[in-house]
């Protein structure tokens, strides 16, 4: 188990890093234009679930991605009811920006050797 998370220091440190980064930040991001319309959405789309509506019509990313937004967003607010409801949809927006820079390394392994892998990571996670 060390040995495997020692060849992999490197995607932990770049993960701590934007973890640390979101803390410090991440509450001043602000809202756009449309994210109250796609947060209706995924109140629609969990109203729908229970038969309490028509269900939305939800083009760009799913309703399941909707679902899972309001549903952590709504324990994130629990544990910090001080922000906004924009505000913690920010923060599992970020947590699926960090399975993707996991799901990139990992497929970035079978092509590449850890440090090759780690700096093809670092340049998606920097765009």
């Not at 188990?1 to 991440?26: D, E, P, R, S």
């Not at 994210?35 to 229970?50: C, I, M, P, V």
Request: hydrophobic letters at 45%; aromatic letters at 14%.
């Amino acid at each position: 188990m060390k040995q495997g998370l020692k060849k992999h220091y490197l995607l932990i440190v770049l993960i701590t890093i934007n973890i640390l980064f979101a803390a410090f930040f991440g509450s001043d991001f602000g809202d756009s234009y449309d994210e109250n319309a796609r947060y209706e959405k995924g109140l629609e789309t969990l109203a729908s679930f229970k038969q309490e509506g028509p269900i939305p019509d939800i083009r760009d990313k799913g309703s399941i991605y909707f679902v899972t937004a309001i549903l952590g967003g709504n324990l994130i607010r629990q544990l910090n009811p001080d922000l906004s409801l924009i505000q913690s949809w920010h923060y599992i927006h970020f947590a699926s920006f960090i399975l993707a820079l996991i799901a990139f390394y990992s497929i970035c392994l079978n092509f590449l050797d850890p440090t090759e892998a780690f700096i093809a990571t670092a340049l998606f996670n920097s765009q």
